[in-house]
């Protein structure tokens, strides 16, 4: 594989910097030959954000109008590319419903891992990833409700791909979970049950909303859910710390 297919490859898979700069590395290393051009780098590039238009094209159309009555030209004129274009990412409507529901999951896992990684404790640990569990919903909010609503179109065969991806977030959590317990008690009866919990309640956001959009301010809602997790875990308060760092804000 030349140096610009392997681009071309990681950014239709949605693939990261990381794997941008091994590829990068590699090339050094000369693992690709000649032949390199900056058109086939240029080219990736150009892929890479195609790829982001159409699946944040679908999540919106998606929303809209519901996954059932959505057609693959909908999609393809909402993210400003012909209808043939779409082929070259997905071979069908049911991909980019997959694709809406891994940039979910990705999300949540990027944004829990930017919060974890500022923490110093356990508990900071904790109370890190429960606001980030309240942030994913509020910044991925349509993704979740496409999930909600439309995963009972889609074949059963095929929903052990999604429910995979749902899997993995919920094995995350249950790691986190642990560690955090082993230097701060927590009232967990099982750790599969409490990452469930952790992870579902925040959606009383979304499936509650028509309630609370014009009562509550996010800001609120955040707090009120958080501190409601932290006393189901026995938890009375966020870290002294975190609470400092937010009344500074």
């Known amino acids: 594989m030349r140096y610009g297919e392997a681009l071309r490859y990681c950014a239709l898979q949605g693939r990261g910097e990381r794997h941008m700069r091994l590829l990068g590395d590699l090339k050094t290393k000369g693992a690709f030959g000649p ?40 999609v393809a004129e909402a993210a400003g590319v012909s209808h043939g274009t779409i082929y070259n990412y997905v071979s069908c409507k049911e991909d980019l419903l997959y694709l809406v529901c891994e ?15 500022k923490a110093k404790s356990p ?49 995350y959590i249950q790691k986190i979970l642990r560690d955090v317990s082993k230097e701060t008690p927590l009232l967990m009866e099982h750790p599969l049950v409490t990452a469930n919990i952790l ?17 509550v301010d996010d800001r609120t ?10 006393r189901g875990l026995g938890l009375r308060k966020e870290s002294s710390r975190r609470s400092r760092g937010r009344a500074a804000q």
Do not use: C
């Open 123 to 171: 508990r900071e640990k904790l109370d890190a990833l429960l606001r980030a569990t309240i942030d994913v919903v509020f910044k991925y909010h349509k993704h979740f409700v496409v999930m909600l609503r439309e995963l009972h179109h889609v074949e059963s065969s095929k929903r052990r791909a999604f429910f995979a991806l749902a899997a993995e977030q919920r094995k």
């Open 103 to 117: 940039e979910h999951f990705r999300g949540y896992e990027e944004l829990v891992n930017s919060a974890i990684a």
């Open 199 to 215: 992870v579902y309640l925040p959606k009383l956001i979304v499936s509650r909303g028509w309630d609370l959009k014009n009562e």
């Open 221 to 230: 809602m955040t707090d009120a859910l958080v501190a409601f997790m932290q």
């Open 35 to 74: 032949g390199v051009s900056d058109a086939s780098v240029k080219n990736s590039i150009l892929v890479k954000a195609r790829r982001s238009a159409i699946l944040q094209a679908a999540v919106e159309v998606f929303f809209e109008k519901g996954y059932h009555v959505s057609r693959i030209v909908d």
